[in-house]
């Protein structure tokens, strides 16, 4: 009974917490950005506070607090010109990095089959592989011209790598 009345207490100073963050946001005392990097550190210190990952069902809280904290980073960086130039397909790859610290927590559980231990996997690689996907179709011609280079690249190599080759062999066999 002393655990649920804790574990109440927790979740009302989070949901205050997070209530008085929004009414600052609403009237423009603080950034969306702080806001979101708040509401993330309240997950996690909620985290830690019932005692990270020695409990599996803390990741109801890591969970969140790793997603927000990837929407913040990326809604930060999105901002600064490379990123800028890079596009949308970063997002996923953040949210994908959310997934892998999830991974974290629960690969340490080995009394868990493997599916139970490692399903952070997934969706890490499908949020991954999409935002490569996003970033390949979004530079397309970029990533077109760097092939076309490398066909001519790659024939110059090989020419370079056999005349080595070659002449190394000649001047063994002058050497014998």
């Not at 953040?94 to 927590?105: C, E, I, N, P, W």
């Not at 077109?144 to 002449?167: D, E, H, K, S």
Request: charged residues 10%.
């Amino acid at each position: 009974m002393v655990r649920r009345n804790s574990s109440n207490a927790n979740i009302g100073f989070i949901l205050i917490f997070i209530g008085v963050f929004m009414l600052l946001a609403k009237i423009g005392l603080i950034s969306d950005m702080i806001f979101l990097y708040l509401v993330a550190g309240g997950f996690f210190l909620t985290y830690f506070m019932l005692g990270g990952s020695r409990h599996y069902g803390n990741i109801g809280f890591l969970i969140p607090g790793s997603v927000i904290t990837a929407v913040a980073l990326f809604a930060d960086v999105e901002d600064l010109p490379f990123f800028h130039a890079i596009g949308g397909g970063v997002f996923f790859i953040f949210l994908a990095g959310a997934f892998l610290l999830v991974l974290l927590h629960t690969r340490q559980y080995t009394n868990l089959d493997w599916s139970s231990r490692n399903w952070p996997i997934f969706p890490a690689g499908g949020l991954a592989a999409f935002g490569c996907f996003v970033l390949l179709v979004e530079h397309e011609n970029f990533i077109l011209g760097q092939i076309r280079v490398l066909n001519t690249v790659i024939p110059l190599a090989l020419i370079c790598i056999g005349l080595y080759l070659y002449f190394k062999s000649k001047h063994e066999n002058n050497d014998d």
